[in-house]
């Protein structure tokens, strides 16, 4: 076991450290040359080490963590794989990995177009398996109908074991046939799915802070409970399939409810995608959340939906998903999240530009750790239908 106690000061006085040098007068006193444009310089504080940058904060790091250094500080030493990302291209495969590598993420399942799978196989192999999802970037009629379908069989040649179905409430602001998670022509595709071995990942739901601004319109969006009716009937029909419900299948905020999903369903899996929302709904209930780890194991999975292409190029915005996700886990720092919230805002106007989520940490064992980082996955693709993942 790590000492925790090191690991929790270490971070505070960082964060202290950080919001001091950036915010006072000192800040002119510290640039000098080597520390300008985001140089890192080592401090020495009570005899600790800190890595900090001083300027420029950006809206994945408004602590000035150094996160390559920060990454080496965690606690957890063990390989992670990350199954739900959203790697675009090459370009964004080559920074994602130099980040993923500092993290300890050696594998990831990734949400990427067809056409990119070759170029990022050739430079990352067995790192990389892909998740089959529409042709997004083709404005068409049948893309979300006939052409998925063809698409399926697509993504199943080259390898992909798992379809995403993408059902948010949003997706009633565009003109979608076939949109519901329940409508013929997700059956048609999910009926493929099986067909071809591959299992189910689906977004259904959204945080409870849309539900209170966005979605006030019942009618269109439905409520947020209303959003699990289609997803069990579904999961009912296809109870032979292992599905895996990505951003704790949209329901953070209420792990009894998950609790009952997965007690319902034991082919169901959660993922722990989307940082910053996971981060703030986990880290009011953190001690529940660690005993929802530790009493579910195998069904929850580490993921960031970190979105890596070349138009997102940026070290911190990757290093901050891994880094406030891990630091959740395996601490129980108590303070400012690094990241930008804008949901905070949203719901309280009056708060000061930029907010930030109060972070606190679920501590957990290193068994469970070593469950949600990498064995739960291992089990997943085990049972994929087809029963080979490679
Ligand atoms: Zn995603």
């Known amino acids: 076991m790590w000492d925790l106690a090191y690991v929790n000061t270490r971070i505070a006085a960082a964060v202290t450290y950080n919001a001091i040098a950036c915010q006072s007068e000192v800040r002119g006193w510290w640039a000098q040359p080597e520390t300008q444009a985001g140089i890192a310089r080592i401090v020495t504080i009570s005899d600790m080490q800190i890595a900090t940058q001083i300027t420029p904060l ?41 980040v993923a590598d500092l993290f300890g993420v050696q594998r990831i399942w990734t949400m990427t177009q067809l056409e990119n799978i070759d170029a990022i196989t050739a430079e990352f192999g067995d790192r990389v398996k892909f998740i089959a999802i529409p042709n997004y970037m083709r404005h068409a ?157 195998g069904r929850i999975l580490f993921g960031t939906d970190n979105v890596a292409n070349k138009e997102t190029l940026s070290f911190d915005l990757y290093a901050s998903r891994f880094w406030a996700l891990r630091a959740l886990h395996e601490t129980d720092y108590a303070g400012p999240s690094p990241i930008v919230d804008p949901d905070l805002s949203m719901l309280d106007p009056s708060l000061p530009r930029a907010p930030t989520a109060t972070r606190r940490g679920a501590a957990m064992d290193p068994t469970t750790l070593q469950c949600v980082y990498h064995d739960a996955a291992v089990g997943l693709e085990a049972r994929s239908p087809q029963g080979d993942f490679s």
């Open 58 to 98: 950006n809206d994945a790091n408004r602590l000035g963590l150094l996160y390559r250094h920060e990454a080496a500080q965690l606690p957890w030493r063990g390989p992670i794989v990350d199954v739900h990302t959203h790697v675009g291209d090459v370009e964004g495969a080559r920074l994602f990995f130099e």
């Open 141 to 297: 009629k049948d893309t979300f109908t006939v052409d998925f379908l063809k698409r399926i069989e697509q993504f199943a040649e080259k390898g992909s074991r798992v379809v995403k179905f993408w059902a948010a409430p949003r997706g009633h602001d565009f003109d979608r046939e076939g949109f519901e998670l329940d409508s013929p022509w997700r059956r048609r595709q999910m009926d493929l799915a099986r067909s071809l071995g591959m299992m189910i990942m689906t977004h259904v739901s959204d945080p409870d802070t849309w539900f209170a601004s966005h979605y006030l319109d019942h009618r269109r969006y439905g409520t947020k409970a209303q959003q699990y009716e289609p997803l069990e009937r579904m999961l009912d029909e296809y109870h032979d399939v292992p599905w895996l419900a990505a951003h704790m299948a949209g329901d953070p905020e209420h792990l009894d409810h998950l609790q009952y999903l997965l007690d319902r369903y034991p082919h169901l899996y959660l993922d722990t995608s989307a940082t910053k929302w996971l981060v703030r709904e986990l880290s009011k209930h953190a001690g529940e959340y660690r005993a929802f780890c530790r009493n579910n194991p």
